[in-house]
Structure formats: structure tokens, C-alpha cells
């Protein structure tokens, strides 16, 4: 299996949800939220990474491609752990029993937590105790250090 057979099943998946696919890069852009999926290939081995980021629509990037970090807060560690299996392409699975896998993985599970934040009220539950924010979001959101508790900043 190649990785443009990955893409192909992830299209799969994310196009009825209306991602739109640029080059290895799923958006869904949103009122007030960009939703991003992304399929990298390593650089060190024959496997691959999927990204996770959103982008709050009212906040400048400034020069940043996202606002967040790898957003797989909602996902538990079992399942990022069966999502590196099926995309290291190294491993013992034969590429019909991996096709289905992976996209048995991205229907019934990936599609739990992608497309559901799609509002700033829904991206701030979410994110507001994570780690993997921009400086702008917290400062946006008053999270993290520039919390409201916290008058020092």
C-alpha cells in the first residue's frame, strides 16, 4: 500500500462530511471554525501521521498555519494507537485487510470526533484545558495563562 492509497480512503470518509481535499489536506471551513486534516509522510520510515488542527476564523494566523496543535484531546490512547498501526505501512497487514481496517477505523471511530466543533462555544469546551494553544487563542478565549482567574496576565 502507497500513501496515495491512504488519501483515497480518507477522502472517502471526510468528502461526505464536506472536507475539501487539497493536495494531502482535508479543510472544512466553517462560520467560525476551520476544521484541518492532514496525511503526512515520514520523513524517517515508511509511515504516515494524521493531523488533527482547527483555526478560529476571528483570530489572526499570523503567519501560524493553525491555532492549535494536534487536537486528539478527545481521542483516547488505544485509538491513536490503532490509527499509527494501520498507517505504518511497515507492518505485518496485507493492503485489502489494512484498506478495510483504516477505513472501518475512520467511519466508526475518526468520525466521532471530527466535524463536531464548529462554533467558538463548542472550541472553547473543548479546548480549554489543553495544552496546544496559541498565545492569540488563550489571550481570545481568556484560557490557559490569560485566564480571567488569572489577573496577572
Not at 36 to 56: E, M
Not at 70 to 99: A, G
Not at 104 to 126: A, C, H, M, P
Request: hydrophobic share 35%; net charge neutral; charged share 30%.
Amino acid at each position: 500500500m502507497q500513501i496515495k492509497d491512504i488519501e483515497k480512503i480518507i477522502s472517502q470518509v471526510l468528502s461526505p462530511m464536506n472536507f475539501k481535499k487539497k493536495k494531502r489536506t482535508w479543510i472544512l471551513i466553517g462560520d467560525e471554525i476551520t476544521e484541518i486534516i492532514s496525511l503526512q509522510k515520514s520523513s524517517f520510515g515508511n509511515n504516515c501521521y494524521l493531523h488533527h488542527d482547527y483555526i478560529v476564523n476571528n483570530i489572526p494566523l499570523d503567519g501560524l498555519p493553525c491555532h492549535t496543535s494536534e487536537c486528539w484531546y478527545m481521542v483516547n490512547v488505544d485509538e491513536i494507537s490503532t490509527l499509527n498501526s494501520l498507517l505504518d505501512l511497515d507492518n505485518n497487514i496485507t493492503d485489502e485487510e489494512r484498506k478495510k481496517l483504516l477505513y472501518d477505523y475512520l467511519t466508526k471511530r475518526f468520525t466521532k470526533y471530527v466535524g463536531i466543533v464548529n462554533t467558538e462555544k463548542k472550541f472553547r469546551e473543548i479546548m480549554e484545558n489543553q495544552p496546544a494553544l496559541s498565545r492569540k487563542v488563550q489571550e481570545y478565549f481568556k484560557i490557559g495563562v490569560y485566564s480571567e482567574k488569572n489577573d496577572v496576565c
